[in-house]
Nanobody, 123 residues
Framework: QVQLVESGGGLVQAGGSLRLSCAASGHTFSSYTMGWFRQAPGKEREFVAAISGSGGTTYYADFVKGRFTSSRDNAKNTVYLLMNSLKPEDTAIYSC????????????????WGQGTQVTVSS
């Protein structure tokens, strides 16, 4: 069982930055691929980024490439999402998730989810 808790969301102006954190419980954190997803009001959940267990491989949705960076610190059981050049359309609830599968972008393949953190970008 893995429990995930996100933090770092908030209100930021367009062009600004935020860093989200996702703290995980358990002793096998490095064996999990971690993903970031977001869901805006009235829209389906969408993939944002994923990072392999070692942190050596990352994958991003096209709409965040060059702006968002995912990293992890396995010693701290924490994964991060650094979001730069934020746009109003980035406004959503951002959630982290964990899976034993090798890098995947499909929400249904993630077994554990955090409660999410709200990110609001004003224009």
């Amino acid at each position: 069982q893995v429990q995930l808790v996100e933090s770092g969301g908030g209100l930021v102006q367009a062009g600004g930055s935020l860093r989200l954190s996702c703290a995980a419980s358990g002793h096998t954190f490095s064996s999990y691929t971690m993903g970031w997803f977001r869901q805006a009001p009235g829209k389906e959940r969408e993939f944002v980024a994923a990072i392999s267990g070692s942190g050596g491989t990352t994958y991003y949705a096209d709409f965040v490439k060059g702006r968002f960076t995912s990293s992890r610190d396995n010693a701290k059981n924490t994964v991060y999402l650094l979001m730069n050049s934020l746009k109003p359309e980035d406004t959503a609830i951002y959630s982290c998730a964990a899976t034993k599968l090798i890098l995947t972008t499909t929400p249904l393949r993630f077994d554990y989810w955090g409660q999410g953190t709200q990110v609001t970008v004003s224009s």
